[in-house]
């Protein structure tokens, strides 16, 4: 408990430092520097019907007036990538719930796939728009991966957290999860645990239900509370305890490893699904943290935040200046650090072992150094608590305890979210 508690410090006190962009810096993209990395495009629409109470990721109420000139701008970006000899192979379109408005979510999809060589394509929804219409929609435009955020089975928490009258009862939403098995390769579904309502015994009940529908692939986050959202969420829910997130996490563990195995420390992929034999996409284990298998990603749409050549950069919070400045042929980045060696090797430690494992040589070919001499103190500090292990191959370090990884992750999106809480509240 002890070192869990000394391992979210240490990690929250880096990224305070880490992620204090520079306002003053280059509204620029990054210059390629090897455009034949592969990279993944991420979108960013922030509009939902309501709002749950515990997110704070980028989002606002639903306009359609709003909405629709919000989709013409992002054209105009994506338009502004192709200009600059930008091409990606991936496409993951986030919220909020991008699904607000089909048509011109369509429409942005076939944008992408005329401008890119985008091979592989993930969109999130919310279980009111499990409908076969929108289904179809997205099955048709090459969708390979839908991402549903259902949280939990249980109607007490879903009560509690707004999404019982907003999206349905546990037994509708399982209804209609049950109904769209094998429409999609990979069909997710998002869960958290350790809400202060949540119990082993509802926790448990979740987890049978999600062997039940035998989902390709369901991730299992821990509850992340921003700075702006704690004191809310805690009026509704009760107090948020994180020590409690390890007995949990090792019942998901344990209830998932018969029938699922990890492909990072929280998100788990059914054992040889049936879809496979016949799937007609491209399959390359596309999973909600793209950061992990994609090393840089662009960052569209308000609020989207983007790595390139070493790059962090954020767009602006505020959706009607996005759209001006997109309008007048100007990123909207509003802001950006330039990591140095030392941070980019850090971040890269960070996600290839929430990934399960960093092979060192490939590291140290990527960034032109040593690796291991420059992350021994962590490498021994975690292998020292039984984070890490060495494997066969001499320059492969696997992860040993994964709930130390899950651990970082809620930091780093933790301070994510502190970051774009800060951001909007400059605009």
Known sequence: MLTERFVAFAVRKKLDRYLRFDPHASSELPLIMNNKKPLMMYVHIPFCEELCPYCSFHRVTFREDLARAYFSA????IFMYKERGYNFEALYIGGGTPTVLMAELVEIIELIKSCFDVQEISVETNP??????????????????????????NDEILKATDRYYKYGSGSEVMEKIAELQ????????????????????????????????????????????????RKNVEKKLGRVDDERGRPFYE???????????????????????????TAKFNDTGIIDEYVINYDQYAGIGSGALGYLEGSIYANTFNIPEYIQRVERGEFPIIARRDLSLRERL??????????????????????????????????????????????????????????YWVIMMREFFTAVNNFRDYCRSMT
């Not at 992002?74 to 970006?77: A, F, G, I, V």
């Open 74 to 77: 992002l054209k105009k970006e």
């Open 128 to 153: 009111d728009h499990l409908d076969m219409s929108r289904i179809r929609a997205l099955r048709d435009i090459g969708v390979g991966r839908l991402s549903v955020g259902v949280q939990s089975f």
């Open 182 to 229: 094998g429409y999609f390769p990979t069909f997710n579904v998002d869960m958290i645990f350790n809400f202060p309502v949540q119990t082993a015994e509802t926790l448990k009940r979740d987890l049978e239900i999600i062997r039940a529908l035998k989902v390709d692939q369901v991730t299992y986050y821990p509850l992340m509370v921003a700075t702006s959202t």
């Open 251 to 277: 019942l998901i563990t344990e209830a998932l490893s018969e029938d699922y195995q990890p492909s990072t420390a929280w998100c788990f992929n059914r054992k040889n699904p049936t879809w496979l034999q």
């Open 346 to 403: 850090l971040y890269d430690f960070l996600m290839r072992f929430f990934g399960l494992s960093l092979d060192l040589e490939q590291m140290s070919k990527k960034h032109g150094v040593n690796a291991a001499a420059y992350l021994l103190p962590e490498i021994l500090f975690f292998t020292m608590v039984g984070g890490i292990k060495q494997s066969e191959e001499k320059t492969l370090l696997k992860t040993k305890d994964q709930y």
